[in-house]
């Protein structure tokens, strides 16, 4: 491959491959320019209101008050609670939406670093450099199937995953942390053994980051063990130790942020847990099961995914092509093994239901384990692909990278268009995302409280409320979300 031909191939594909990775830089810049639109709903004046004590304060006024899973409440005061009460009303928005994005592209970026040959000297680059293409990526996942009317669980999460800030500080940012430690910890194990001691940590920062989380990540682990035990006995014991010390420290903190104040405080709120006994368990296996597969099949039975898993094979293809040394049966195994593990997301969040209340966004994570899973499966074909000496793969990768630029770039115009909309329905009033979820429309609603709350501690625009409207506003609350203010 070192004739005058390949050569002259090879500065061509670099040329094209320079301008596409601009055409993406290019669309990140317009969406964080475009951010500026955004505007908080819901639990994000809240978190807002009860952050003035700091985000440790507020942090631990939710702990006492509200939950107990202290890790996702740091992410939630410091994403999204602080920006909103102490920047302006875009700036506050788009911290969380921003560095959510970004922690999927890095996310993205590992699984590519992983499957890197182990003498490379520039996988960090590599994974870096995935970020702007695997950000854009997430966004055409999300809103590709708006533009076709997509209706259902696929709208609510491109709406909720824009306008509904929360979301992304816990959900997004806390799961794309745990998958990037975990993956880059496993990858060092081999050479490090001391790796997988960090992994005890690693598992009770899990377990305090939500009772979805810890079930996710415990069946997770089990399940692994039990392959290695029965099919791979002789497999090294720092794989046996890392996944023990996880599943471990992951259920020790999970039972430990069940019993915090706030998640006592929270199960009195919504009622008492169901009575365990053999009959429950089967009507609870009964109901978890059929409706937990259900968003899990809908994470990836959509038009965004198709895309998603063709830009993934073109990357690959072309990264190959230029001399990249990814792996084809790494990225595969990392795809498919990150589809088993949405699944176990999907059915952890309907069990975890179970005990409190039932809401779409609680299956958040497993979308955004899809969307890896696609990527890394997408990327292992075209890596394998590369090796094969056809006359029109350029043409088709460059076919198939064009084809996903302009599906981003739709997504892109289409999302932002929500965020313009929305925005001048705020400045007027009451403004919520998504049906069933309120903004400060409701006067009786928990939100109008929160924002009563607010605007103690910072100018607010009218939004057509008046003082009398204000005032005969009685909010309802599951507990003390925004209530760290004393209204007198």
């Not at 107990?68 to 302006?88: C, D, I, K, Q």
Request: neutral net charge; contains cysteine; aromatic residues 12%.
């Amino acid at each position: 491959m070192t004739d005058t031909k390949w050569v002259v191939s090879a500065r061509r594909l670099t040329i094209v491959g320079a301008l596409l990775y601009g055409a993406f830089l290019a669309l990140l810049a317009y969406v964080a320019l475009s951010s500026r639109l955004l505007r908080p709903t819901a639990d994000d004046y809240c978190l807002a209101v009860d952050s003035h004590l700091g985000v440790i304060g507020g942090t631990l006024y939710w702990f006492e008050n509200l939950s107990g899973y202290f890790t996702s409440l740091v992410g939630a005061m410091a994403l999204v609670g602080w920006p909103v009460l102490n920047l302006s009303w875009g700036a506050g928005s788009a911290v969380a939406f921003l560095v959510a994005a970004v922690m999927v592209g890095l996310a993205g970026g590992v699984l590519l670093w992983a499957s890197l040959d182990r003498t490379f000297k520039r996988k960090w680059l590599v994974a870096l450099g995935a970020i702007p293409v695997v950000a854009v990526a997430w966004w055409s996942f999300l809103w590709f199937p708006q533009i076709h009317q997509a209706e259902g669980l696929s709208r609510s999460m491109a709406l909720i995953l824009t306008h509904w800030q929360t979301n992304n500080g816990v959900y997004v940012f806390q799961t794309s942390c745990i998958l990037i430690a975990s993956i880059v910890l496993w990858h060092l194990k081999p050479q490090q053994p001391w790796a997988t001691w960090l992994f005890l940590p690693l598992g009770l920062a899990a377990g305090f980051g939500g009772a979805a989380l810890v079930a996710t990540v415990v069946t997770t682990c089990v399940l692994a063990l039990a392959y290695l035990f029965i099919f791979q006995p002789e497999s090294d014991r720092y794989s046996k130790r890392a996944l023990s010390l996880m599943a471990a420290a992951t259920a020790v903190a999970g039972l430990a942020a069940q019993v915090a104040p706030g998640s006592l405080a929270r199960q009195r709120a919504i009622g008492s847990p169901p009575e365990l006994s053999a009959r429950w368990l089967a009507e609870f296996i009964h109901a978890a099961l059929p409706s937990g597969l259900l968003p899990w099949v809908q994470s990836f039975t959509h038009v965004g995914a198709a895309a998603i898993l063709v830009l993934g094979v073109a990357v690959g293809w072309w990264a190959k092509r230029l001399g990249t040394p990814l792996t084809s049966t790494k990225l595969v195994g990392l795809g498919l093994a990150l589809f088993g593990v949405s699944l176990s997301a999907s059915l952890g969040a309907r069990m975890t239901e179970l005990f409190a209340y039932s809401a779409y966004w609680h299956f958040v994570p497993t979308w955004e384990i899809t969307f890896l899973a696609l990527w890394a499966l997408g990327a292992g074909i075209g890596v394998r692909a590369a090796a094969v000496d056809y006359q029109w793969a350029p043409a088709l990768a460059l076919t198939g990278f064009a084809l996903t630029l302009l599906v981003a770039v739709g997504s892109i115009l289409d999302m932002t268009t929500s965020m313009a909309e929305r925005e001048a329905r705020w400045a007027a009033g009451g403004a919520p995302a998504i049906g069933g979820l309120a903004d400060i429309e409701d006067p009786d609603g928990m939100v109008i409280g929160c924002w009563k709350n607010l605007a103690l501690l910072r100018a607010v625009p009218e939004r057509g409320l008046t003082d009398v409207d204000l005032d005969n506003s009685a909010s309802k609350k599951w507990g003390g979300e925004g209530g760290s203010v004393d209204t007198g």
